[in-house]
């Protein structure tokens, strides 16, 4: 897609006046969005993007390096635009450029959005109105094409393509659904007037009017020149859920293992946070290089980190990184780094000329985990006494339910459990960490606390209420709290501990082996 502008018509001379000088500006910001939204241009030259998550929303900050083109780059064809002189007397007359600097969707709300120089001023952001007219000289731009075809003046045709023109350039002032169907029309009118287009208008007309229907560009004042390096900071907050999959496109749904619902179902119920997320990017497409961080919770780390098609999130893990690989074969000048550098606590992923695909968008996926020993040792611990204790109370079951029983009262023993359980892990679990216990670690937690009340209620009853000097018990209570039952429970937490263990060693094990593929490559 060309940009090129033809601004012969708007010099008279090598001195420009105000007027014109206000016209070639304009000209140069529209070449500048011009080159953001054809798919092409990388106007960046480098972007680091760090993402910090957390209770739905998700915070963005973004450092942009751009090397502002200079006007003979942005407006080629006139050597007026390479003249020194002229050059001079432009950035006289116009010494703050309205630029482009972030596309957004229609109907997405930001807050906080915030834009600052290398020095920390804040630049202003040009309003609603100014965006909208920007946006219709871009507009006007590509129905320039239009405008070519020779038709009779004062014609039926004539005032029909000047109508379709009003409603196109009306497009930045509509919302998105309205604007989408005002392109379709007019651009299937256009096919209906019986006038000879170039090869292509009609579809260049369709693109840029459905990315005008549904997007929109933020444009500030800048106090640069043309040809000027200069370095933005941005930053902003928009709303995120971690906890559901981007809406699947049709003709891309996966439907989710059994296995996969029931895990996440656990999760959920036990109050466990998102541990997984899946974050969409964009500005890879308008940069040459982009380096996306995000920064793990306290006591936590990334265990896994890289990019992923937006219709493979719902697919296996294996599948959706051979899916990225060959999409990248297939590329030329794609450089993709960082999938195996996970381990730490801030994700790194770094990428190279990665265009956008419309319909499949680019996700960074990072998992999280508890940096080992963490919760999972104490719980291991905490199961394993309680094991240990639940198999000392099977062994005295016949001493604890006679009537002579003396000695120490075994009652007030299982009552101190779960007591001395709350004190050790309200020390142990800090307030930073608490929300990111691994599903494992809760569920040792809630075993350990229904075997503790579990004994806590047989040791009742078989002491108070089906005390054989006391009214006759019910057949189900004595069967449920039985020493059959005991032993049984008394298993399932021994064979739990069992589990915590070789889950607490699996967790160490691969923290090593991330951190020791870091050393080999890092410390020298």
Not at 178 to 199: I, K, N, Q, S, W
Request: some cysteine; overall charge positive; hydrophobic content about 40%.
């Amino acid at each position: 897609m060309s940009v090129e502008l033809n601004v012969d018509s708007l010099l008279e001379g090598n001195q420009p006046d105000k007027e014109q000088v206000q016209r070639i500006a304009k000209a140069y910001s529209t070449a500048l969005a011009l080159s953001m939204i054809n798919g092409e241009d990388r106007p960046f030259a480098r972007v680091s993007e760090n993402v910090e998550i957390d209770h739905g929303e998700c915070r963005r900050q973004l450092a942009i390096d751009w090397h502002l083109p200079t006007l003979i780059q942005a407006l080629p064809g006139n050597t007026l635009m390479s003249d020194p002189k002229f050059i001079s007397a432009f950035n006289e007359m116009n010494p703050i450029l309205v630029v482009p600097i972030f596309i957004v969707r229609k109907g997405r709300l930001m807050n906080n959005f915030c834009v600052e120089d290398s020095s920390g001023g804040k630049l202003y952001l040009c309003g609603t109105d100014e965006w909208q007219k920007r946006t219709r000289l871009m507009l006007r731009f590509f129905w320039g094409l239009v405008d070519l075809v020779p038709v009779e003046k004062g014609s039926y045709t004539e005032g029909r393509l000047a109508e379709l023109k009003r409603r196109y350039l009306e497009l930045p002032t509509m919302d998105a659904g309205a604007a989408t169907e005002r392109v379709e029309a007019v651009v299937g009118e256009l096919g209906t007037v019986g006038v000879p287009f170039y090869p292509g208008v009609l579809g260049r007309l369709r693109y840029v009017g459905n990315y005008v229907a549904k997007r929109h560009l933020i444009w500030l004042h800048l106090t640069s020149r043309p040809g000027q390096a200069v370095r933005l900071n941005v930053s902003y907050r928009t709303r995120f859920s971690a906890d559901y999959l981007p809406k699947p496109k049709n003709g891309h749904h996966q439907p989710r293992s059994p296995y996969r619902r029931v895990d996440e179902w656990v999760r959920r119920a036990v109050g466990q946070e998102p541990y997984e997320f899946r974050i969409p990017l964009a500005m890879h497409s308008v940069c040459t290089s982009y380096h996306f961080t995000q920064t793990a919770p306290p006591g936590t780390f990334f265990l896994e980190q890289r990019f992923a098609h937006e219709r493979t999130l719902a697919m296996p893990k294996d599948q959706q990184i051979d899916t990225f690989d060959a999409a990248i074969s297939k590329l030329d000048n794609v450089d993709v780094q960082g999938k195996n550098e996970a381990g730490g606590p801030v994700a790194h992923l770094y990428v190279r000329n990665l265009p956008s695909t419309v319909g499949d968008q680019i996700y960074a996926y990072t998992l999280l985990r508890e940096r080992p020993p963490g919760t999972t040792a104490l719980v291991m611990w905490l199961t394993l006494f309680a094991s240990i204790f639940f198999w000392f109370y099977w062994l005295i079951w016949d001493r604890l339910v006679i009537d002579d029983t003396k000695g120490i009262d075994v009652a007030a023993l299982f009552v101190a459990l779960p007591g001395l359980a709350s004190i050790w892990f309200s020390r142990a679990f800090k307030d930073d960490i608490r929300p990111r216990i691994p599903l494992v670690s809760r569920i040792g937690l809630l075993a350990v606390g229904m075997s503790a009340f579990y004994s806590l209620l047989g040791v009742v009853v078989q002491r108070g209420v089906c005390n054989p000097e006391a009214a006759p018990c019910s057949p189900i209570l004595t069967s449920i709290f039985s020493h059959q039952v005991l032993l049984v429970l008394a298993a399932l937490l021994t064979a739990l501990t069992v589990w915590l263990i070789g889950r607490r060693f699996r967790f160490q094990k691969s923290y090593r082996v991330l951190q020791k593929n870091i050393i080999e490559r890092y410390s020298r």
